[in-house]
DNA sequence: CCAGACGTTGTT
DNA sequence: GTCTGG
DNA sequence: CCAGACGTTGTT
DNA sequence: GTCTGG
């Protein structure tokens, strides 16, 4: 799974996730970041910048953007075999930063489900792995904006997921794949040998991880995606 | 060769 | 673009 | 992923 | 129920 997540730590303890990057602007704290919309990350071509990915991965030959939204996810396990995403496997892998994601929880009896949020134990930050591409809409100026405000040029990302450690298998059959911060190197690197790299995507040690019922009070915070201070319930 | 797909998740 | 199915 | 819409015509 | 927008 893995179609909603959080980015609001500091741009200091996001720049120590990977060596010589550097952010130039500050991030606005989010908390309920959605499928189509930016979301930081860094790419294997340049390490050091951060890249502002659309999520929602736009193949380069998609004739229609709206593709994205089947394509917010990627299976780790058939990577390698997808015509989709296995040239990016190989060539375009990227990082993305989160602190936090959601899982979906429906108890009896109430209509709503009730988001659970997955995070580190430390509090820091971590990194998703993803693919991206980029997209150049064929069929109008190439520097006339869509009416939705998107470009006609789009870097775009996909999530990928990976089978559920104890705690999240809990709540989902999958789990986003959180990258090891001692393969961060190697996933960003142009390494083309596929076996080798998804190595790397396996499920992130339970014991590090934690997760808290989002309570009603931040419900709406998060609903609105405003900034939120009040402390999580514990389950 | 061309034509057509290219994807995941959750829910039933 | 690249793979699969016909 | 969830939330929210789901529709058209004519008139101003 | 299903699609769209974020």
């Known amino acids: 799974m893995c179609g909603r997540f959080a980015l609001s730590a500091k741009t200091s303890s996001i720049e120590a996730l990977v060596p010589g990057l550097h952010i130039h ?17 860094v790419t294997g071509a340049d390490p ?12 380069s030959w998609a004739k229609d953007k709206n593709i994205a939204v089947k394509m917010i996810n990627a299976r780790a ?32 009896g109430q209509k709503r489900k009730i988001p659970f949020y997955f995070k580190m134990k430390s509090g820091e930050p971590f990194t998703f792995a993803g693919l991206w591409d980029v997209w150049k809409n064929n069929e109008q100026g190439l520097f006339d904006d869509f009416e939705d405000g998107t470009a006609p040029v789009i870097s775009s990302a996909t999530n990928i997921t990976t089978s559920p450690n104890e705690l999240t298998s809990k709540f989902h059959n999958r789990m986003p794949a959180i990258i090891l911060p001692t393969d961060r190197e190697l ?15 396996r499920p992130y040690p339970e014991e590090e991880m934690e997760t808290y019922e989002v309570s009603s009070i931040v419900n709406n915070a998060f609903n609105d995606n405003a900034a939120c201070t009040v402390p999580f319930n514990t389950i």
Do not use: M
């Not at 704290?29 to 930081?40: C, S």
């Not at 996933?187 to 995507?201: A, F, V």
């Open 25 to 41: 602007e500050d991030l606005e704290p989010r908390y309920n970041i959605a499928p189509t919309q930016n979301i930081a990350a």
């Open 48 to 59: 050091t910048v951060p890249a502002h990915l659309r999520w929602g991965l736009i193949p």
């Open 77 to 108: 396990e058939t990577l390698g075999e997808k015509p989709a995403f296995r040239n990016l496997l190989k060539r375009r892998r990227c990082l993305i930063f989160a602190d936090g994601y959601y899982e979906w929880r429906k108890y009896e």
């Open 187 to 201: 996933w960003l690197s142009d390494e083309e040998d596929i076996n080798y790299i998804s190595e790397s995507l």
